[in-house]
């Protein structure tokens, strides 16, 4: 691989995600600059220079990328983001490890499932629709239950679980409250364990980083989110080997040959049934969770990649058992959050993402974008993974300004119950 000429870069989106790439890229001497439509967005502060425009808006990237001189488009854990890296860097000449046709078929839901029909990848059962009544007609040839996801959606927002016919029409107007406009694709709900698998290509070798299971937040009967997920997923060997079989089959069927991406699936007996895929770094700081279960540095790799650094994807193995614990709050405002660093010097977290600010609004649902809080815990048995968990669970108290504890206890095992602290 030979080394490119890169002076300066610039950073699409300024979140925790894109956070990490100003201190990789200024280590091998590349001006990183960043590009978000927020006026101080976390990464602000590490960045050459802040262009306060929407990363959406793939000609004001463009103008930027033009006036700025750069020689690189980067950005990482970023669905809405993937066409326009692909489309301007094409445009101005510049390097990207995956080309437009591979991004559009990577983010249109209608190109994806024609992508995993070509290749023979197991998917659920689906169709393309526009309108309720055709809701209505074609989820009785399919047979409930059922799921209803926009073509154009990014991440899961839109996507709703319709379990029979009574729930069809609320379901479709949660899902047009999200995404008002556009196609949408209705496809059999497939039960089972649900994984995440990350992976990078290196010259057409795909090596797969991990197999996360995605554990669900209970009592949510159309809705979707995480309650925590478990590396490595506890997998019978066949369903393994049928994972990663496909990992190996997606890179050619979409034509990425260097780079990271992901997909999810259901698994169901050894049978294995792909949702969805990204050609991206997966999201909600992912890199860091690899990185700590495995002792591989994603988003290093993917910039020394992008620069033509060298690139080494040593045999990857789980340390022990790894778990992300996402933590929701009944309504309330946050007042006080305790019992971080205690349960960091207690060794029961071996690290927090950053939580919602003092102050804030909670307990507004059960989405990702309701917890309070997330943190990673190991164990080198599941045993131990457990207790760990309870602990650092038992340890935490997001406190409203009258001292009540707003933590969901309801929504972890009866052992998390909260020590004798207010």
């Known amino acids: 691989m030979r080394k490119r000429q890169v002076k300066r870069a610039l950073v699409l989106g300024g979140g925790q995600d894109q956070v990490p790439l100003f201190s990789l890229l200024e280590a091998h001497g590349v001006e990183a600059m960043l590009l978000d439509y927020l006026e101080d967005p976390p990464a602000r502060a590490l960045a050459a220079r802040h262009f306060q425009e929407s990363t959406l808006d793939r000609e004001a990237v463009l103008r930027v990328a033009r006036e700025a001189e750069v020689d690189l488009l980067i950005s990482a854990g970023n669905d809405l983001v993937v066409t326009t890296l692909a489309s301007v860097s094409e445009e101005l000449g510049l390097y990207h490890n995956i080309s437009l046709d591979t991004a559009i078929k990577a983010t249109d839901k209608h190109r994806m499932k024609a992508c995993f029909q070509q290749a023979g990848i197991p998917m659920p059962q689906g169709v393309e629709l526009n309108t309720l009544d055709q809701a209505r007609q074609r989820a009785i040839e399919l047979g409930y239950p059922l799921v209803a996801k926009p073509v154009k959606g990014t991440s899961s927002k839109g996507v709703v679980r319709i379990p029979d016919a009574f729930a069809l029409d609320h379901a479709w107007s949660q899902l047009r409250s999200a995404v008002p406009e556009g196609p949408v694709v209705l496809e059999q709900f497939i039960s089972g364990a649900e994984v995440s698998v990350d992976a990078f290509v290196l010259e057409g070798q795909v090596h797969v980083l991990g197999i996360t299971q995605l554990n669900q937040v209970p009592g949510l009967p159309q809705g979707f989110s995480f309650l925590s997920t478990l590396m490595p997923a506890p997998l019978p060997d066949a369903a393994r080997d049928r994972v990663l079989s496909i990992a190996a089959a997606l890179a050619p069927a979409f034509g990425i040959t260097n780079g990271p991406f992901f997909f999810q699936a259901m698994v169901q007996g050894d049978a294995v049934y792909v949702l969805e895929m990204g050609a991206r770094t997966a999201g909600g700081a992912k890199y860091r969770f690899i990185q700590a279960a495995t002792g591989f540095d994603l988003l290093a790799a993917y910039v020394d990649l992008l620069l033509g650094s060298p690139v080494v994807v040593p045999p990857i193995e789980p340390r022990g058992f790894n778990a992300m614990t996402h933590v929701y709050a009944h309504p309330g405002t946050m007042a006080e959050l305790i019992g971080t660093e205690e349960a960091l010097v207690a060794g ?28 990673m815990a190991q164990g080198e048995t599941m045993s131990a993974l457990q207790q760990h968990i309870e602990a650092a669970l038992a340890t935490l108290h997001v406190l409203d300004p009258m001292g009540r504890d707003l933590i969901r206890r309801d929504l972890y095992p009866p052992a998390t119950k909260p020590d004798d602290r207010p």
């Open 348 to 375: 029961h977290v071996r690290y927090f993402l950053p939580p919602k600010p003092v102050g804030s609004g909670v307990g507004q649902g059960l989405a990702a974008r309701d917890r309070v809080l997330s943190f």
